[in-house]
């Protein structure tokens, strides 16, 4: 009944808005009679302060058209479009353009970053300065989650385990297209983002190179905030009871039942009234003295913030629950509903392969000191030397992700870890494991072969199930030919390292090995690989790929360390 009282009350005070706007731009309008006379600036400031206080605040756009990239003046076109539309969100990609073909080439290597936006009373515009930012360096998309106001009962509720699945269908889609991607999550999104990618990694998926989480209720038990004290000392019941409603019949989403977005406004504004208060009078002061700039920092300031969105009841009532009330992602009693109905444990100690980065800001009193900073604790699998943490002195909830703080100090750190984990971690290791898996032990080889790889491969190849012999006379050549009929041999030549005559499955990826630097004047060698007896030929042909690759010049080692890194790329000629 609330959310009908409200929408009343708005369309009662509508045509009182249209009239203060109307009468604002009338008195300061110095071609209007009325504007000049000597208490015209004042009128006109009250009523522009009444319209501002009692309009309706629209979802705004990103507005986002173009991004300068240095100091040279090259600046880069940007077009904003929906990858992926789901019932409750969209995957919006923020595509550069440019004519400049050294400045494509940088674009096109460029890490590609999903950047999860909070679902928690904003639009995901809130995040316009940090996707602004950002889009210097990386390909960047965004989740734009949906008004559940405006989507309709037949496409059924949005549940804490949606938001969860939501965010792996999005890592994959970015995976898919790029190879791998980074995850950025900010405030409410860190939960969610860490539990999908500790489904993931549990699974034996393919993980994102590196999250960053920043200023998330990781651990809500630390250093409590206002926020925080709210969910715990009112019962699950009060929640559900007092700030849950139905969706009117004048939106599409009639019937739903949410947690309205005017009432969570209301809880924002309450937490700060003085500084709100404050900021509407200076507001009101700067417009008689015609401080412009001050003014319309304020307009875009509270366009943002005045602008909400509903939340679906069940999301909300879960987040409450699981998040602030019973700390299930700490405590380690998490299950989440797969996309195909299964019930999954959250293990956040199973990701390996991903680096952590956790932000925090000095003054932040929405999630308290020390709440994102636990997840470091909660990976246990990921090494010490791939995890790193950011506390922004000076900063608060907003500055750790828009305003100068943002620009100046959390992004330089941001984009530094994302180029240092652009790579999959611990390749060496990688290749050496999935060898392991498909070699059996052997006899040793009687000669290695003349050539230099990593020290990976290298240890790779002593655990290779098939002996590597090299032929040194003809000879030797001509008994292997004769025995082929019962005995096949692969021969590697300069010019067929990656075709060998056995046919076998690849054991691993082709950069997984990477040559380095050998002697000057290297030659190529021609190794010999011998099967096994009938009886393990299943054996030996999985096997016939552990082979060291030939390197026949010395500058082939320096582009392939290049290559192992770039993932497949769209055949994209102007844009990135």
């Known amino acids: 009944?609330?959310?009908?009282?409200?929408?009343?009350?708005?369309?009662?005070?509508?045509?009182?808005?249209?009239?203060?706007?109307?009468?604002?731009?009338l008195y300061s309008s110095s071609l209007s009679p009325i504007g000049k006379t000597p208490l015209s600036q004042r009128v006109s400031a009250g009523y522009s302060l009444m319209y501002r206080l009692g309009k309706d605040y629209e979802k705004p756009s990103f507005d986002i058209h173009q991004v300068d990239v240095d100091k040279d003046g090259v600046s880069l076109a940007i077009h904003e479009r929906v990858e992926v539309d789901k019932p409750f969100c969209e995957l919006r990609r923020f595509k550069r353009f440019t004519d400049d073909s050294a400045t494509l080439t940088q674009l096109k290597n460029q890490p590609a970053v999903l950047v999860v936006a909070p679902l928690s009373g904003h639009y995901s515009t809130l995040l316009r300065d940090t996707v602004k930012t950002m889009l210097k360096d990386h390909k960047v998309y965004i989740t734009d989650w949906k008004n559940a106001r405006n989507v309709p009962l037949s496409n059924g509720a949005f549940h804490l385990d949606d938001y969860v699945n939501y965010v792996q269908e999005f890592i994959r889609h970015l995976q898919g297209r790029y190879g791998n991607c980074h995850v950025i999550?900010?405030?409410?999104?860190?939960?969610?983002v860490f539990a999908a990618i500790s489904l993931m990694a549990s699974r034996g998926e393919k993980t994102p190179l590196s999250m960053v989480m920043m200023g998330g209720p990781i651990d809500a038990r630390l250093s409590p905030t206002s926020v925080n004290n709210l969910a715990t000392n009112k019962p699950f019941e009060w929640f559900e009871n007092n700030v849950i409603y139905r969706v009117p019949a004048s939106f599409p989403g009639k019937g739903r039942?949410?947690?309205?977005?005017?009432?969570?406004?209301t809880g924002f504004v309450a937490m700060n009234p003085d500084r709100h208060a404050s900021s509407h009078y200076d507001y009101f002061k700067n417009l008689i003295k015609g401080d412009d700039a001050s003014t319309e920092a304020h307009r875009k300031f509270y366009d943002e913030y005045n602008a909400v969105l509903d939340m679906d009841a069940d999301y909300y009532l879960e987040t409450i629950k699981t998040v602030f009330q019973d700390f299930k992602l700490v405590n380690g009693t998490w299950d989440v509903m797969s996309a195909d109905g299964k019930l999954e444990r959250v293990?956040?100690?199973d990701i390996t392969t991903t680096a952590v980065m956790t932000v925090e800001g000095e003054l932040d009193?929405?999630?308290?000191?020390?709440?994102?900073?636990?997840?470091?604790?909660?990976c246990s699998g990921v090494t010490q030397g791939q995890k790193t943490h950011l506390e922004a002195k000076g900063a608060g909830h907003y500055g750790i992700f828009s305003g100068r703080r943002w620009r100046d100090v959390v992004y330089p750190a941001v984009k530094t870890f994302i180029l240092e984990h652009n790579k999959p971690l611990a390749q060496s290791e990688q290749a050496l494991i999935a060898t392991k898996k498909v070699a059996k032990p052997s006899k040793t080889a009687k000669a290695a072969a003349p050539m230099t790889v990593e020290a990976s491969a290298e240890a790779a190849l002593a655990e290779a199930e098939k002996p590597v012999a090299i032929p040194r006379t003809e000879a030797k050549i001509a008994r292997n030919k004769s025995t082929a009929a019962t005995e096949p041999v692969a021969t590697l030549t300069p010019d067929a390292v990656e075709k060998p005559a056995v046919k076998a499955e690849p054991m691993a990826p082709a950069d997984a090995f990477t040559a380095t630097e050998s002697k000057p004047a290297a030659k190529p060698v021609l190794l010999a690989v011998k099967n096994t007896t009938a009886e393990t030929a299943p054996a030996a042909e999985a096997a016939a790929p552990v082979v060291a690759q030939a390197i026949t010049t010395p500058a082939a080692p320096a582009a392939a360390p290049e290559a192992a890194a770039n993932t497949p790329l769209p055949p994209e000629k102007s844009a990135a």
């Open 257 to 265: 039942r949410v947690y309205p977005g005017f009432l969570q406004h």
């Open 347 to 349: 293990k956040p100690g």
């Open 365 to 378: 009193d929405i999630s308290g000191s020390g709440q994102t900073r636990a997840a470091l604790d909660m």
């Open 185 to 192: 999550s900010v405030c409410q999104p860190t939960v969610p």
């Open 1 to 25: 009944m609330l959310y009908q009282l409200y929408e009343s009350q708005r369309s009662l005070m509508e045509p009182f808005v249209d009239f203060a706007q109307a009468a604002a731009k």
